[in-house]
């Protein structure tokens, strides 16, 4: 088993418990606040026109339809299926079933959130963090906010693509990721912190376990190599040495004190030398020499130390080991170890068992480390493409690489609408830094306390706003994706500040959070009312069995009247560029999405559809200006009524 790997430790009971503990506490406060912050989803049919597409196609296929053509949009497969799973529930006359869904997404985000900045900062950091996304969840424009559309479902994926990054899971990572793009196609740029997670944890880890495997086999081997050899030197030495010096000691001795002192004399230096001997070198080679090795065994020495023991280098070292022993009382058998066993332990058999230990538990840890890093990689990746590969076969292959990527050039540009874009863009940016009054001067704030948040949180919020301005439209719904990792860095830059502080930034987020949730309440839905109007207008004049097209940007219509769509596309925008709000400039048949007009044509040739609804009132896409819709009202149908400017046409006998 490679030494690299490792095992996660398991909690003690007591940790178990403070767990369970700390959640216990915290969730029930996070599902209360979402239920709350959420309550105005519940005041209206519907919010938003996304919300009525979504709904539509959801009953499209609940009658057979298929993604990508017969029911159409530029948008991935996830959450048309996630409202026929809804609509299957609860039946396809009521959102209920989604609001809830949505209510459960915004918390699901918000406990990851919260479980992120638990483990890197605390607990006291995790509930801020959790309660500050809550808070600030609704901070763009209602229609935008309280609308169950494509971000709210995204950014639980987003935060469990990070969550699942930060704990080392990184084939988990990579699925969450390819959830976020199935979802909305901007929800990918998550992978750019992801990718950032992996590179910074699999360096560290890997030179990490390559050092401390690598010091530790090297000590080890240097300890055994020394004690067994210590042993077997100071014996031969001390022994030799020994009887030496007692021959000598003996003869001064004996001249001094005669014959009995020669042999008591003899005799206990004997036994002292040898012992003092035996000590002092299975002492040093076992002890000193020992450590000083493995310390060298850790560095650049001990490169160079092992690639010159064999020359002089080795001799040098050699020398040194037996230094200390050259200075004692018993300077010749220092000098005589030095060059006989114990030189042979320092210089032969020590430094190439050192050199080769750390030489080859490098080479075999750095290739471990080296594997299990591609299999990490290999994961992630495979995590993150293979689920939007099984979608597109799943699907239509080349209707979900047309409209999810390669069929929206005209709806990405800037062109002709400039100002139109940047007004709407700063409108709704301003929205957001209100909603967010208590988080952004945190981010401004620079202490030496302060503690520097991890690049990845950076990277999520610089990737986030690249996906916002994404197709440069710039809608309110799209500034949703910024808001975990805003929580995320405000949440890091209140760590060691006063609890004032923390104090104050909640406070502020819930007094926005209260006007933006009395503005959803309170403000009126004029586009719903007169959707609702049409709604009734056209269903009184069809029967349920007849499809209509509604030429608006409305496509909720369709859902209000129950009524089937007698085109796949849903809006005028997808035939005329205009659904990327743009005004004027590039509007008209010969922007719309390429291939839609034959298609729409021949729709209309193979099934005329019983009422024509033109709501444009006056909008760059009136039917004066689409020759296509022109011709078809000119030809076979008749103006039957007028409902606050929008003309109803109906099929003449």
């Known amino acids: 088993m490679c030494a690299a790997s490792v095992i996660p430790r398991t909690p003690s009971p007591a940790e178990s418990t403070a767990r369970a503990g700390y959640w216990t506490r915290l969730l029930p406060l996070l599902t209360v606040l979402a239920c709350v912050t959420r309550v105005p989803s519940f005041r209206h049919p519907l919010w938003s026109p996304d919300e009525g597409y979504l709904a539509v196609q959801a009953r499209m296929l609940a009658h057979g339809g298929t993604l990508y053509e017969t029911v159409v949009d530029r948008k991935p497969p996830l959450v048309p299926l996630l409202y026929q799973a809804a609509f299957a529930l609860d039946g396809s006359d009521s959102l209920t079933v989604v609001r809830v869904l949505a209510v459960l997404a915004q918390l699901l985000t918000a406990v990851l959130l919260a479980s992120l900045a638990r483990r890197r900062w605390g607990d006291r950091a995790g509930g801020t963090a959790g309660v500050l996304y809550l808070l600030v969840s609704i901070g763009v424009n209602p229609e935008d906010a309280q609308a169950a559309g494509f971000e709210v479902f995204m950014l639980p994926c987003t935060a469990a693509a990070l969550w699942c990054a930060d704990r080392r899971r990184w084939t988990a990572a990579g699925l969450a990721v390819a959830a976020a793009f199935l979802v909305k196609q901007t929800g990918g740029a998550v992978l750019l912190p992801v990718l950032w997670l992996w590179y910074r944890g699999t360096g560290t880890e890997r030179r990490g376990v390559v050092g401390r495997a690598g010091g530790a086999e090297g000590r080890g081997v240097v300890g055994r190599a020394g004690g067994a050899d210590g042993r077997r030197v100071a014996g031969r030495a001390g022994g030799a040495e020994g009887r030496r010096v007692a021959g000598s000691a003996g003869g001064a001795d004996g001249w001094r004190s005669g014959g009995p002192a020669v042999g008591v004399g003899r005799w206990r230096l004997l036994g002292f030398a040898a012992g003092v001997d035996r000590w002092r070198l299975a002492g040093f080679a076992a002890g000193a020499d020992r450590r000083r090795l493995a ?31 050259r200075r004692g009382p018993l300077g010749f058998a220092a000098r005589a170890g030095r060059r006989g066993p114990l030189g042979g332990v320092a210089g032969a058999d020590r430094w190439p068992l050192l050199g080769v230990a750390a030489g080859a538990e490098r080479r075999r840890l750095a290739g471990c480390a080296a594997g299990a890093d591609r299999r990490s990689l290999l994961g992630l990746v495979a995590g993150a493409v293979l689920p939007v590969l099984a979608a597109a076969l799943l699907t239509d292959p080349a209707g979900f690489l047309f409209w999810t990527v390669t069929g929206s050039g005209a709806y990405a540009s800037l062109t002709g609408s400039e100002l139109h874009v940047l007004l709407r863009g700063l409108g709704n940016a301003a ?87 009395t503005w959803g309440l309170l403000a009126p839905r004029p586009e719903l009312a007169h959707a609702q109007r049409l709604a009734d207008a056209t269903a009184r004049r069809t029967d349920p069995g007849e499809k209509v097209l509604i030429w608006g940007m409305h496509p909720e219509t369709y859902w209000l009247a129950d009524r089937a769509p007698a085109s796949r596309y849903l809006t005028a925008g997808l035939l005329t560029n205009y659904s990327g709000g743009r005004d004027g400039p590039q509007v008209g048949e010969r922007y719309a999405v390429p291939g839609t007009l034959p298609v729409f044509r021949a729709e209309l040739a193979a099934h005329a559809p019983a009422l024509v609804v033109d709501d444009s009132r006056g909008l760059p896409y009136t039917p004066d200006r689409i020759p296509t819709l022109r011709r078809l009202l000119t030809a076979r149908y008749e103006e039957v009524e007028r409902v606050d400017g929008a003309v109803l046409y109906a099929r003449t006998p």
């Open 295 to 325: 310390g060298l065994a850790g560095g650049a020495e001990r490169r160079r130390s092992v690639g010159l023991a064999g020359g002089a280098e080795g001799r040098r070292l050699g020398g040194s080991a037996v230094g200390a022993g």
């Open 431 to 517: 929205i957001l830094a209100a909603a967010c009054a208590g988080l952004l001067p945190l981010l401004a704030r620079k202490t030496a306390r302060t503690p520097r948040p991890g690049a990845e949180l950076w990277l999520w919020l610089a990737a986030s706003g690249a996906a916002v301005c994404a197709g440069f439209h710039f809608f309110g719904h799209y500034y949703l994706q910024l808001l975990p990792p805003l929580a995320l860095l405000a949440t890091a830059a209140l760590q060691h500040a006063p609890r004032e502080r923390t104090t104050r930034t909640l406070l502020v987020s819930a007094c926005c959070c209260v006007l933006f949730l």
